[in-house]
């Protein structure tokens, strides 16, 4: 008989190891200023859900020995870069993050956006210079991925529709593509690079990215959903916004039921497409249930 899956442990045990390597992962940067602001934020802890993604759907594509651990640091620091600048006063204007003052508020607006792009171009570093054992052309798609879901076709793009869309009427297609490229388009990367890196096979892919469509738009639903329910003490972050800015949310749209309906339904079909991978996708089925089980 298969032995249990313990979800808990898996998470803990991903967590440990992804801190681990995302302390490892800066320097020697120069000048101290820099190095601070970056390791400021990126050390703030977090989830690590974008890491654990990634390095969860490299196991399920077979890989071994840690060999997607850089490509999942560099997610992060994509991710956390987002964040430092999503809460710049030019955007989000926040001044709480991951429950400690936002990047800005301590090191001053030029170094956050620098210390932002130093992680972005960071990123790039250890999926191309720093990942040894990795087949080269792995790593090429890899890159690839990521340049597409941080630009316009993905982070940007999402990022710049959302923030023209504040104040506006904003329709249910609207704000899945504003969702599907501001959070979505980065957890896919997650899955899809991991399993580029442990050798997936199309099938794989294309499950995969049928999963990440699901988790990517329930995560932002369960996100929207918080912002109204929980507090900023819990979430780390500025609750209530999303009224303030008088943003669209599904909230909004549908109501806070409904709302919570559609997130449990996208992750169903989620883990649906993962069927066929059945004992091997545990984690990931897993995974999928912690994004709307979450309380921050
Ligand atoms: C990537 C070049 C480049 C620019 C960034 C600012 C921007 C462009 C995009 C905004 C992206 C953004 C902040 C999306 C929101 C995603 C989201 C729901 C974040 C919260 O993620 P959690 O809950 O946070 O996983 P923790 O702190 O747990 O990691």
Redesign the pocket.
């Known amino acids: 008989m298969a032995a249990e899956f313990d979800f808990r442990e898996y998470l803990g045990k991903a967590k440990l190891k992804v801190e681990a390597a995302l302390e490892g992962s800066l320097g020697p940067e120069r000048p101290e200023s820099l190095r601070e602001a970056m390791r400021y934020s990126l050390l703030a802890g977090?989830?690590?859900?974008r890491p654990i993604l990634c390095l969860a759907a490299f196991e399920l594509a077979g890989g071994e020995d840690d060999l997607a651990l850089p490509t999942a640091v560099a997610l992060e620091m994509?991710?956390t870069?987002?964040?430092i600048?999503?809460d710049l006063p030019a955007?989000d204007d926040d001044d709480l993050r991951?429950g400690r003052p936002t990047n800005h508020k301590v090191y001053g607006e030029a170094v956050a956006i620098l210390a932002g792009d130093a992680l972005?171009t960071r990123a790039f570093e250890m999926v191309a210079l720093r990942s040894p054992g990795v087949p080269p052309e792995r790593l090429l798609k890899v890159v690839g991925e990521l340049s597409v879901v941080?630009?316009a076709p993905g982070?940007?793009g999402?990022?710049v529709v959302d923030l023209e869309s504040e104040g506006q009427e904003v329709d249910l297609v609207t704000l899945e593509y504003i969702h599907l490229h501001?959070?979505g388009a980065l957890l896919s990367a997650c899955v899809i690079t991991g399993a580029m890196i442990g050798g997936a096979d199309e099938a794989l892919i294309t499950a995969l990215r049928i999963y990440a469509r699901g988790i990517g738009l329930a995560?932002?639903i369960i996100?929207d959903i918080l912002d109204i329910t929980a507090s900023s003490e819990v979430l780390?972050k500025t609750a209530g916004k999303d009224v303030i800015a008088d943003k669209t949310t599904y909230p909004k749209l549908l109501g806070l039921e409904e709302s919570r309906k559609r997130a449990d339904s996208l992750v169903k079909e989620a883990q649906d497409a993962l069927t066929p991978w059945a004992e091997k996708a545990k984690p990931l089925l897993a995974l999928a249930d912690f994004i709307t089980s979450r309380d921050r």
């Open positions: 977090g989830k690590r859900l994509i991710h870069m987002s964040l600048h999503d955007m991951r972005l941080a630009g982070l940007v999402g990022q501001k959070t995560f932002q996100d780390g």
